[in-house]
Nanobody, 116 residues
């Protein structure tokens, strides 16, 4: 069973940056589209960004230009660089397969809190 482990969250000031990491124990990691999702209290989980096996990327419209998704197939890692953070980015962030492509069991996620 594939396991997902997110890390890198924490407390950031508005306008600050964080880099999230996700380790996936998927033997065909390199063939998968991977995505980051987030869930704020009282809201449904939403997708943030995804990256295809050929490194094509797409972002939720409201986040375009501030977030950057990347991958390292050799390390089976997915990353999310978040710049110019806003209070509304506060959420638990998760990685998983791309939207609509099925999902592995969700990891614990990593908490991102943006506050002054």
């Amino acid at each position: 069973q594939v396991q997902l482990m997110e890390s890198g969250g924490g407390l950031a000031l508005p306008g600050g940056s964080l880099r999230l990491s996700c380790a996936a124990s998927d033997n065909i990691f390199h063939l998968r589209t991977w995505a980051w999702y987030r869930q704020s209290p009282g809201k449904q989980r939403e997708w943030v960004a995804f990256i295809s096996p050929s490194n094509n990327t797409n972002y939720a419209e409201a986040l375009r230009g501030r977030f950057t998704i990347s991958r390292d197939d050799a390390k089976r890692m997915v990353y999310l660089r978040m710049d110019n953070l806003k209070v509304e980015d506060t959420a638990v962030y998760y990685c998983n397969r791309g939207p609509g492509l099925g999902s592995y069991p969700w990891g614990q996620g990593t908490q991102v809190t943006v506050s002054s």
